[in-house]
């Protein structure tokens, strides 16, 4: 079912990069509720086909048709990501988009369903809204990383090699999605260097600034997670400008997934930053995150 609404690579890039039980599992909904296909391809249409409603009224929407049809609500909000695809596709391309970066930023699709089916045990996405970025042509993945310009609304940075970063300047914002590829210094730089191109002219000396707000900047982490550890290599790469700590880890679902409701004291350890951060709670350590800066040349970070 789901292949016939989803023609050509649109619908590839979803089976391809997924679990087959997770497109399985749609297609066998889809194929059992009848009338559900149609009424999730309506609303995909008329949010990304016309764009007469927004993504936030899609999803209220499908949140209506999700109960109707007794489908859980989290299923139902990646039926229609995933029915939106080809229209998405076809805006990259009237855009001149590559499709390599449609399939690449599309991943996310992989990635944010992998974490429902970890954190809930449900094929399905809770946090559509997300989505919002990428059919708005904002954000694109380029490697590891996806980017997205946003406005700064801080206080001056002066970056290594004089680049500076003023309030109301535009800088480069990143995501690090849960795809299962390393931090590895290989695979940090070539993305810096695959997104280059499209932000360079943003800035005048064409030195691209790129930002990161996020639980893995946290300036803590040198104090208790590996010495090799690839996230601590992750942070080399910043001026990290501030840090701010939690009583609560509010991204203790990134470590541990379903597990996160556990105490301190059950949380798995099964590898080197579960223990880390596990012995962190278990001692009663604070968790955190941090902002941090860089500027980039094409080729190299700026230090």
Request: overall charge negative.
């Amino acid at each position: 079912m789901i292949k016939k609404l989803l023609p050509g690579e649109a619908h590839e890039i979803y089976k391809r990069n997924n679990d087959s039980r997770f497109a399985e599992s749609l297609e066998a909904i889809c194929s059992d509720k009848k009338g559900l296909a149609d009424d999730v391809g309506d609303i995909a249409y008329r949010f990304a086909g016309t764009g007469v409603i927004d993504l936030e009224q899609g999803l209220e929407e499908m949140g209506e048709i999700s109960q109707r049809y007794g489908i859980h609500k989290y299923t139902g909000d990646l039926l229609l990501i995933i029915f939106s695809l080809p229209h998405l596709h076809a805006k990259y391309r009237e855009k001149g988009i590559p499709d390599s970066v449609f399939y690449e930023s599309m991943d996310d699709v992989r990635c944010k369903t992998e974490e429902c089916v970890e954190c809930f045990g449900v094929v399905g996405t809770f946090v559509a809204g997300w989505y919002d970025g990428f059919f708005d042509t904002n954000r694109f993945a380029y490697g590891r990383f996806q980017y997205e310009p946003v406005i700064y609304d801080g206080e001056p940075i002066l970056l290594a090699g004089g680049a500076v970063l003023e309030k109301g300047q535009t800088f480069i914002n990143f995501h690090i999605p849960k795809n299962g590829t390393p931090l590895s210094d290989e695979v940090r730089l070539d993305s810096y260097r695959q997104a280059y191109p499209h932000y360079a002219d943003l800035f005048r000396d064409g030195k691209v600034i790129f930002g990161c707000d996020s639980w893995l900047l946290y300036p803590e982490h040198r104090g208790f997670l590996p010495a090799d550890s690839n996230i601590l290599r992750f942070m080399d790469d910043f001026d990290v400008i501030c840090g701010r700590d939690s009583a609560e880890f509010y991204d203790k679902w990134r470590v541990f997934g379903r597990y996160s409701d556990l105490p301190a004291d059950k949380l798995p350890r099964d590898t080197s930053l579960r223990k880390a951060y596990a012995d962190r709670l278990a001692l009663g350590g604070k968790t955190g995150a941090g902002f941090g800066v860089f500027a980039f040349d094409g080729e190299k970070i700026i230090r």
